[in-house]
């Protein structure tokens, strides 16, 4: 027994082939040095990206305080802000007054300004009062009246200081040119700062700063390895400030790893799109002055150099274990891939139905053992299946019984009479009308004795249900439509088939509030002998994939635990009570709503027709 155990083969092939130690030592060396270098990058990246945001934020701040020192003379009268604060337009002053000259308080200022910082390129000062527009470039001071100068608002709408990206220079609609000086040659960033009019919100000019971009690239670059790596500075709009790549300078990002996932802090993710695979590491800038990210894309090519070194050179090492172990496999698979072909060709007669196929046992070996469990078990299935279509009819019956058996129907209908009662004596014959309909339901549900029904009652029930939602929503709201052929109408069936599909209306076509609400439901025996019930509503419908998702269930006769299980009941019990050929169909309308539609075959209809008092047994008088 144990010389022919197939555990003794399976042993031996282990020995003999050193695949599985091969490939777990190749794989989780691999994934270890990717794993360990990853976290060694970001970890890193992360200090980097870091430092080069503090410093951005410094860098910035200097610019802040910088344009802050404007308002440093707020009260000397012949002050830089004294003067943006006095200035008039020829027009405005009277006739004859001389407008003061303040174009040395303005140029020292600018030039003073200008000195602070080496990066400065240029500076421009438009006060408002008289439309005038000051420029200091390379040395030079500009100024004239410039009316086609157009105020620049913060990205917010607001007027507030704020960085606008990477461009090329310009003269801000100025005329005057300066001798040897190009404009759109150099790339520079712009700082906005609106002057204003202390304490009140009215801006007095609006102050711009060129700056190179020497020292916003020293800081740049020492957050990445400009070889290998990509490294971008981009504001909330996705505009770069600084990139890489110099062909994106000012322009908007589109790309899908510029959409970051978080608005503070900082993190990473992987990406394989765009033309790019590798890492994206980021941080924002929270900034008075520039709100932004700083991105960093680090290459798996780059990153995972190394660890693809050692796993190609442990690879090789285990494709000759693997070509020695497949030799070995072949030769032993050999002694038992005969016995499994003989057992598949038997389990595909199990599977097309033949359960009571046989197979000859000629082996001792767990084969022979598995092959005695099997031949059992189709036999112990063969025997089981029609008990289980027997046990499935009782227990859907039990089920339904036992639910209308937990409220005592005779109680609640005697008070529900006595309360009908009360309200006609009130001259209220719109509740009786509606305790009536309630009645009727609670009595056609709860009485057990009676499980198959004339499609007559079963209508009359759904039109009661109706009718009290009718009330809920309102008559302008809501209307139900019954076109039933009269041969249609006396055809038996289970009860409660069709009110859990008009219940399913309310929960799901009309979840989001009815207005014009319409529930039609045509009943026909076609010329196939089908009884054919469409249930059709004006609801808001169902996803396509979902649509097709319940229809797949509803034909494979498989239960679900979600809000199609009452459809699922409905088409059980129809073909365990009339026919197995039952179908229930769910269709888009088009342009609104759904129509479920039941076909049930009838194979004798004279058999399925209502016969007089003997179809009504068990029914109480209204």
Known sequence: MFKNSIRTRLMALVLLASVIPSAISVTFSYLYTKQSVTEQSVKQNTKLLTLG?????????GMSQRAMSLYSGINV????????????????????????????????QMYNLFLSDRNTFQIHLY?????????????????????????????????????????????????????????????????????????????????????????????????????????????DQG???????????????????????????????????????GIVMYRHIEDPL???????????EDLYGDARIITRFNAGIGILFLFVGGISAVLISIGFTRPIKKLISFTQKVQIGQLDAHMDVEREDEFGLLTRKITGMTRTINDLILKEYKLELANKTNQLKALQAQVNPHFLYNALQSIASLSLRYNAPKVYDLIYSLGSMMRYSMNTERTQVPLRDEIEHVQNYVILQTERFGEENLRLDVDAEEEALEVVVP????????????????????????????CAVDTQSRLVLAVKDNGKGIAPERLEEINALLA???????????????????????????????????????????????????????????????????
């Open 53 to 61: 945001e503090a410093n951005l934020s410094s860098y910035f701040s």
């Open 77 to 108: 009268p012949s002050s830089f802000y004294t003067t943006l604060l006095t200035s008039k337009s020829q027009k405005d002053v009277p006739p004859g007054t001389a407008v003061p000259d303040t174009r040395a308080v303005i140029s020292t």
């Open 127 to 235: 006060v408002r009062a008289v439309q005038q527009s000051n420029l200091l470039l390379g040395g030079y001071f500009r100024r004239e009246v410039n009316s086609r100068y157009a105020l620049e608002k913060h990205l917010e709408g607001t007027y507030r200081p704020y960085i606008e990206v990477t461009h090329m220079d310009h003269q801000y609609g100025m005329k005057s040119g300066f001798p040897n000086l190009k404009p759109g040659i150099e790339p520079v960033f712009t700082a906005h700062f609106p002057i204003y009019k202390t304490p009140s919100a009215e801006v007095l000019a609006d102050l711009s700063v060129d700056y190179r971009l020497t020292e916003l690239e020293g800081i740049v670059k020492s957050m990445y390895n400009s070889d290998t790596e990509r490294l971008y500075v981009l504001n």
């Open 556 to 622: 494979g006769n498989r239960g679900t635990e979600h809000e199609e299980i009452g459809l699922y009941n409905v088409l059980a019990r129809l073909r365990l009570q009339m026919s197995s050929g039952a179908e229930l169909l769910l269709h888009d309308n088009g342009d609104r709503g759904l129509t479920v539609t039941l076909m049930i075959p009838l194979d004798s209809l004279s058999n399925h027709l209502h016969k007089g008092a003997a179809g009504n047994e068990g029914a109480d008088s209204r």
């Open 495 to 522: 009860k409660m088939i069709l009110q859990p599909i008009v219940e399913n209306i309310f929960k799901h076509g009309f979840a989001d509030g009815i207005q014009g609400g319409l529930i039609s439901i045509a």
């Open 239 to 277: 505009q770069a400030l600084f990139a890489s790549d110099s062909k994106w300078i000012g322009k908007p990002f589109k790309a899908g790893w510029s959409q970051l996932p978080g608005s503070k802090g900082s993190g990473h993710f992987t990406w394989k799109k765009d033309g790019f695979e």
């Open 290 to 300: 520039f709100k932004g990210s700083i991105i960093k894309l680090v290459p798996f």
